[in-house]
């Protein structure tokens, strides 16, 4: 009969063996490291991160490498695009996108949500305000950059009333959603808001729909969209088709969905032209 010790032995001696053997054969104990989609986006309403990251893992696990990651802060979404060598796709607004490139981050756009058939929407200047001339030393809310909201006040404003942009105060906030809330509640006189969020707005909050009305509008501009560090498009493309694919195949769609899109769609060269590539 083998004693107790010497059967303990034997056990330890195979643990040995089998670690040896794992490591010489490059197996390692440690979880595999996937690729990462991080998304970002303001002008979204979400305020559930963790349905849209199970929505997007549960398709990703079944069509690509990637995982999914949603980040709430700018500054967080931004290191992530300094510090990323991996695989990495990013999902952005096409203002912030525009704003990497002046910054050099040197971002390449792949795919771009578009939405009953259309792949750019409008930007609203939102108010109880009767007027543009009304909007003198007003504050006015918004989800993106100072830089961003000045430029979409110049083209909303016109020529003539320019003046104003000097005594206009401008009021950060997370979302869209937040910017149209802040002047509901008195803390902001008029918000800057895309069409598709104003609309959100209707169900989220009827009563406070009602009493905005547009002061304006800047032209359209694209909408959501999915990019790539250059060097790094060429390998992507197994993740790219499925997400292409997502919005053409029915019960695949729910995290478009979530994000207000009804497909991605190629970038084509008249969209490289708006974002001024």
């Known amino acids: 009969m083998i004693s107790l010790g010497v059967h303990r032995f034997a056990k330890e001696l195979c643990f040995v063996l089998l670690v040896i053997s794992t490591k010489a054969l490059g197996i390692s104990d440690a979880p595999v490291k996937r690729p990462m989609v991080y998304f970002h986006n303001t002008e979204t309403s979400i305020n559930n991160f963790s349905a849209l990251k199970t929505s997007f893992d549960t398709f990703l696990k079944n069509h690509t490498p990637h995982t999914f990651q949603p980040i709430k802060k700018k500054e967080t979404f931004e290191q992530k695009i300094l510090s990323t060598d991996t695989g990495s796709l990013f999902i952005l607004s096409s ?123 800047a032209q359209d501009r694209i909408r959501i969209l999915v990019a790539a560090k250059p060097s790094q498009v060429s390998s992507l493309q197994t993740t790219i088709a499925a997400l292409k694919e997502m919005g053409q195949t029915p019960g695949l769609n729910k995290p478009l969905k979530l994000l207000g899109l009804d497909n991605f769609i190629q970038v084509e060269e008249n969209v490289s032209k708006l974002l001024n590539l």
């Not at 109880?128 to 009304?134: C, M, N, R, T, V």
């Not at 909201?149 to 009333?161: F, H, P, Q, R």
């Open 95 to 217: 203002w912030h996108f525009k704003e990497l490139n002046r910054k050099q981050y040197t971002l390449q756009p792949v795919l771009i949500g578009s939405s009953n058939g259309r792949h750019t929407q409008s930007v609203l200047l939102l108010s109880k305000l009767k007027s543009i001339q009304a909007l003198k030393s007003k504050t006015i809310a918004t989800s993106g950059t100072i830089d961003y909201a000045t430029n979409i006040l110049s083209k909303i404003v016109g020529k003539e009333n320019q003046h104003l942009l000097n005594s206009i105060q401008i009021l950060k906030v997370p979302k869209d959603i937040d910017a149209l809330l802040s002047v509901g509640f008195g803390v902001a006189d008029a918000a800057i808001s895309t069409q598709d969020n104003f609309d959100q707005l209707f169900y989220f909050n009827r009563k406070q729909f009602e009493k905005l009305r547009p002061l304006g509008e």
